[in-house]
């Protein structure tokens, strides 16, 4: 029977679910909010089928990224997965190849994923976006360098009574930030509101006066660590904070849970600044683990849709990439007061460089001047210096949210 690439239709999509638990060892979710489970649709995918049979599964959800200050279409690719009876087919590398196509057409200039397995994506021209650094802290050990601030006040309430403040907050503190996504409700649940065994979530704010400043939304938990006097646990589910004080405040109102030994973040961004603010940095017993990873599928959409805060301009070779061919070539970028023109020219080239390694200089993961010293890229030492002051980002990328 000929395989057929395809989106699913209505009555086919619970074969997804079926697909996710065997590809991932486990249920995608069963909540009636989880974002794989429900809020997936037909339209969204792109499958090779087998007759009736679900032979690979790919979805590819309509998210808004954040660039530097600007909203950018991003396709977040998510239950992928391949019956092992079909694998070793090119079955995902004509699926990828279609659905980048699609992508472009849509004005999805970028895309992203959480990777299963890194030599899979790699081969379809993705790299990692950012890293997430993880915290375990015992209350007894938070204590902050300088002078002990005066607290700004802090109100603790369940999300159903702060959600509007909630989101404000969550909105001001990524608008200049890298690769966080616009949260649908379905990504707030995924990710940050919807209750599991981990107990109820509460939401604790920090008012400057009456100026909602930051706030954190955790999980607190009993007898999960083996101390008689501090068996508690709080788990720390999101974590935004419009200013140094805010961020200082937090910190301290989760180390006066005395019965608490135990406080875990596993999804900091890594130029979090608990290593400056903690007397004892080495409490936190931080690990850096591997993030999101990224893509380039329209190179001059993205090049014109991104924010930028350094200015010039610079001419991009892109080479070698075999699934969206039409990357491939020489683009002019000029860069004016945060206003961008990317045009196709004949120029001679400043750097030369694949489309993997321009999603990293994209999004601020790397530097050009890291790129050469690896032989990623080709390029003059004025020219690279160059390219890294336009390139320039003010945070480093960072995607909390899993879909």
Same mark, same amino acid.
């Given at each position: 029977m000929t395989l057929e690439i395809r989106p699913a239709r209505e009555d086919e999509m619970d074969q997804f679910g079926l697909m996710g638990s065997y590809s991932y060892g486990g249920s995608f979710g069963d909540g009636p909010d989880n974002l794989t489970a429900s809020s997936n649709r037909p339209?969204?995918?792109?499958c090779a089928f087998d007759g009736p049979i679900?032979?690979?599964?790919?979805?590819?959800? /309509?998210?808004?990224?954040?660039?530097?200050?600007?909203?950018? #279409?991003? #396709?977040?690719i998510s239950g992928v997965g391949t019956r092992p009876e079909y694998r070793r087919r090119g079955l995902l590398r004509r699926i990828m190849t279609q659905s980048f196509a699609d992508m472009r057409d849509r004005g999805q200039s970028v895309a992203g994923l959480w990777a299963s397995q890194a030599g899979i994506y790699q081969r379809y021209g993705f790299s990692i976006n950012n890293h997430k650094r993880r915290y375990e802290i015992d209350t007894a050990d938070i204590r902050l360098n300088g002078v002990e601030?005066?607290?700004?006040?802090?109100?603790?309430?369940? /999300?159903?009574?702060?959600?509007?403040?909630?989101?404000?907050?969550?909105?001001?503190?990524?608008? *200049?930030?890298?690769?966080?996504?616009?949260?649908?409700?379905?990504l707030w649940m995924n990710n940050v509101l919807e209750e599991g065994d981990e107990g109820p979530i509460y939401i604790a704010i920090a008012y400057d006066g009456t100026e909602p400043k930051g706030y954190v939304a955790y999980t607190l938990r009993a007898a999960k660590v083996k101390h008689r006097a501090r068996p508690q646990e709080i788990k720390i589910l999101d974590f935004c904070w419009l200013s140094l004080s805010a961020y200082r405040a937090i910190w301290q109102y989760?180390?006066?849970?005395?019965?608490?030994?135990?406080?875990?973040?596993?999804?900091?961004?890594?130029?979090? /600044?608990a290593q400056e603010v903690f007397q004892e940095p080495r409490l936190l017993h931080m690990v850096d683990e591997e993030g999101a990873w990224f893509?380039?599928?329209?190179? /001059?959409?993205?090049?014109?849709?991104?924010?930028?805060?350094?200015?010039?301009?610079?001419?991009?070779e892109v080479f070698g990439d075999d699934i969206a061919t039409w990357n491939n070539g020489r683009w002019k970028l000029e860069v004016l007061k945060g206003n961008s023109l990317v045009q196709p020219t004949d120029e001679d080239p400043d750097i030369r460089i694949d489309?993997?390694?321009?999603?990293?200089?994209?999004?601020?993961?790397r530097r050009a001047r890291e790129l050469i010293s690896? *032989?990623?890229?080709?390029?003059? *030492?004025?020219?690279?210096?160059?390219?890294?002051?336009i390139f320039e980002t003010r945070h480093a990328p960072h995607c909390p949210d899993h879909y």
């Open positions: 339209e969204w995918t792109l679900l032979a690979t599964a790919f979805s590819a959800f /309509p998210f808004t990224m954040r660039a530097n200050g600007r909203a950018m #279409a991003y #396709a977040g601030d005066e607290f700004l006040k802090i109100t603790r309430h369940l /999300p159903a009574e702060v959600m509007d403040t909630v989101k404000n907050l969550y909105r001001e503190f990524v608008n *200049e930030r890298m690769c966080y996504l616009h949260r649908s409700s379905a989760l180390g006066l849970h005395d019965l608490v030994g135990r406080v875990t973040w596993e999804t900091a961004p890594i130029d979090d /600044p893509r380039i599928v329209d190179v /001059p959409a993205a090049l014109s849709g991104r924010g930028y805060y350094g200015e010039g301009e610079t001419v991009i489309i993997k390694s321009l999603g990293s200089l994209f999004t601020g993961m690896w *032989e990623l890229i080709e390029g003059a *030492e004025d020219a690279v210096a160059r390219v890294d002051r």
